[in-house]
């Protein structure tokens, strides 16, 4: 890859960065789709993203950001318009900036998510899913399982009011499915999701207690760093199939990339 006067940038925003790998995947994919961009992780607290924010509407090269924990919820607030399922719940995993320096926020990672699942042949349609989390990740997640036809939808969250409050906005956009919160249980589910960052710092405990794993299920991360998380390790042990978190990066990085790096129509330049 090589960087000039005339590459666009676009920022991977994140509090901690070390972890990242997003970039791994995307500069290759951009070089190889001909896109003259690079992503460049950049480590903004969530107090200081509002001043960081303000000055990304400066930036004339900048193409876009992707956003990963924990700015998903703050940067859809920060956007000046979304789309689809990042309007629909409120988080955005990556926004595109335009020429006047508004952006454009979209949700990708219930896509990506799903998408990786398909690709790694692990069917979504009439499963039983639990799924760990109600954070940004976690929010897209449960979204594009219900789009791809889960048949029952249980969430658990540390935090139980942003689990009950997703269950309500869930609810509300796939009337008649089963969808509530639980505990962190994972017996009599199909597939079980961690949707947490539990699991990125040695430290953490488990998400959920892997006795209560039943037989035949899938056991899925979003955590890819490390690639083979504590808990996919239990999992593993338990005879059980795992499906890695970096599915969901090779899931959703092309949709990335299209999304930023396309070339501006003619409403968007028109509204500067
Ligand atoms: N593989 C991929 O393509 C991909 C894409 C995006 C994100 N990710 C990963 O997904 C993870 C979550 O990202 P995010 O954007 O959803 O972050 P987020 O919006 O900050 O949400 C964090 C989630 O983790 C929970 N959590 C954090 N620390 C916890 C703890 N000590 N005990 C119990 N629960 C805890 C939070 O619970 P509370 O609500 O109670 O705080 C919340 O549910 C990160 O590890 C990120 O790297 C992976």
């Known amino acids: ?94 926004a595109r900036r335009l020429p006047d320096g508004r952006f454009a926020g979209r949700m990708f990672d219930g896509d990506g998510f799903v998408r990786g699942l398909l690709n790694a042949g692990h069917p979504v349609e009439g499963k039983r899913v639990l799924l760990l989390g109600a954070g940004g990740a976690a929010t897209g997640i449960a979204h594009g399982l219900l789009a791809a036809g889960a048949a029952d939808l249980a969430i658990y969250n540390r935090s139980n009011d942003k689990a009950e409050a997703l269950v ?26 961690n949707g947490t960052a539990l ?30 998380t504590p808990l996919l390790l239990a999992a593993q042990m338990r005879g059980l199939t795992i499906h890695r978190g970096v599915h969901m990066i090779t899931g959703q990085v092309q949709l990335l990339a299209d999304f930023l790096l396309s070339p501006f129509q003619p409403s968007e330049v028109g509204a500067q």
Not at 27 to 36: K, S
Not at 39 to 54: C, G, K, T, Y
Not at 203 to 208: G, K, N, R, V
């Open 168 to 193: 309500t906005a869930l609810v509300r956009l796939y009337p008649g499915r089963r969808i509530r919160t639980g505990p962190a249980d994972g017996a009599g589910f199909d597939i079980i999701v």
């Open 199 to 228: 699991g990125l710092r040695t430290e953490d405990p488990l998400p959920l207690d892997p006795s209560s794993l039943g037989p035949g299920s899938v056991v899925a991360e979003v955590v890819m760093n490390p690639d083979v």
């Open 1 to 94: 890859m090589k960087i000039t006067g005339k590459t666009r940038v676009v920022v991977h925003l994140a509090y901690p960065a070390k972890h990242l790998r997003t970039p791994e995947f995307f500069n290759p994919l951009v070089a190889r789709l001909g896109h003259d961009a690079v992503l460049i992780p950049w480590e903004v607290s969530p107090s200081a993203l509002p001043d960081a924010w303000a000055g990304l509407r400066k930036v004339e090269n900048l193409a876009g950001v992707i956003v990963t924990v924990p700015h998903k919820q703050a940067v859809a607030q920060l956007c000046d318009e979304l789309e689809g399922t990042a309007a629909a719940l409120g988080v955005a995993n990556v």
